[in-house]
Structures are given as structure tokens and as C-alpha cells.
């Protein structure tokens, strides 16, 4: 969110814009000091406007992140990883969610549950920390973007799904997770 002076003699505008965004909806409000008194009530109403609605911007932009599918994981899930300790010999995958303010981690090890079975417990386990997450995503997005006018081409993921086309951009390609297992039992 941002808060502009704007001196334009020529068009005869003095005041104070707040200009922000959710979900790809550009929002901007000007505060004429004209209409407000003075420059000091012009930007104490413009303050006042951002302040107000900072909050459930803040919440929005922090469930996007949270939820959404990315790009630089191979299974566009956020918030799990598969991860070999120094060494190459010891595997897991990890969840990670926040819980109050918290980042908390559940690790699953491929050495004793198995390649597959320990990333399912790490989507499932992601997936259910961050259940309530969606609804609320959603019902801040109708609030804040009526029209459902979203980014194109971006939408919630369900967690428990990991995507199943590649990602447009990989450093390396990700095994196939029977291979994985294949070579730790050799």
C-alpha cells in the first residue's frame, strides 16, 4: 500500500493518494486538500483509508503465498520439501505450516516409511494444518475482488493434490519416486 503527495498545478490536483492491490484489482483513492481542509486532514483521512483496510490486505497477501501452486518446487505444493542430509544417506520430506504467529515442521523419514508413503504424509499433513486457510482466502477474495477477477491463470491449489503437470521452470528434473525407492533398497 502506498501513500503519494501529488502537487499538480496544471491540473490544478493537491492532496494525497493511497494506491494498493489484491489479487491483481488495482484500488486508488485521492484525498483533495481542498475537500478536507488542509493538507494535514488530507493525508490524516488518507491514512486513516489505508489503515483500514491494511489489515485484511495483509491477511490476503499472506494466504496467496501460503496456498497458491509455485513454480520453483516440482510438485507446486508450498510448504513441503524433500530433503538428503549430508552425506546422500538419509532422505525425508518435511511439512512446514505457521500456527499462530509460528513456523512448525512435521518430518517424515524415507529410510523407515518409504519414498511414497513419507510424501504422502507430508501433503496430507500440510493439507490439514492449512484447511481453514482456503475458505477464508476465498471469502476475502469475494469481499475484496467481487467481480472474481483474479490473476489469470492463478488459482488455489488444493494442498492434498500436488499439481500433476511439469512446472514451466526447473533446475533439475525430479525422479520418478519408484526409482528413488528402487535404488535406496539397492
Known amino acids: 500500500m502506498r501513500l503519494s503527495r501529488i502537487d499538480n498545478p496544471a491540473k490544478r490536483m493537491f492532496g494525497w493518494l493511497v494506491r494498493y492491490s489484491v489479487a491483481g484489482r488495482h484500488t486508488r483513492k485521492f484525498f483533495s486538500d ?6 494535514d486532514r488530507a493525508k490524516a483521512a488518507a491514512e486513516a483509508f489505508a489503515l483500514e483496510h491494511l489489515e485484511e490486505h495483509h491477511e490476503i497477501r499472506s494466504l496467496r503465498t501460503q496456498l497458491l501452486p509455485r513454480r520453483n518446487t516440482p510438485h507446486g505444493v508450498p510448504g513441503v520439501a524433500r530433503y ?7 532422505a525425508f520430506w518435511t511439512a512446514y505450516w505457521t500456527q499462530d504467529g509460528v513456523r512448525r515442521q512435521k518430518k517424515y523419514s524415507v529410510a523407515q516409511l518409504g519414498e ?3 510424501r504422502e504424509l ?3 499433513t500440510r ?7 482456503e475458505e477464508r482466502l476465498t471469502e476475502l477474495l469475494h469481499i475484496h475482488v467481487p467481480d472474481g477477477k483474479d ?3 492463478r488459482r488455489v491449489a488444493s494442498p492434498a493434490e500436488p ?14 519416486v ?6 535406496r533398497q539397492a
Open 34 to 39: 481542498l475537500a478536507h481542509g488542509s493538507p
Open 84 to 90: 538428503v542430509r549430508a552425506g546422500g544417506n538419509s
Open 116 to 118: 511414497r508413503e513419507a
Open 122 to 124: 507430508a501433503f496430507a
Open 127 to 133: 493439507a490439514e494444518m492449512t484447511a481453514g486457510g
Open 151 to 153: 490473476k489469470p491463470g
Open 163 to 176: 499439481r500433476s503437470e511439469a512446472p514451466a521452470r526447473r533446475s533439475r528434473p525430479m525422479r520418478d
Open 178 to 183: 519408484a526409482e528413488l525407492d528402487r535404488r
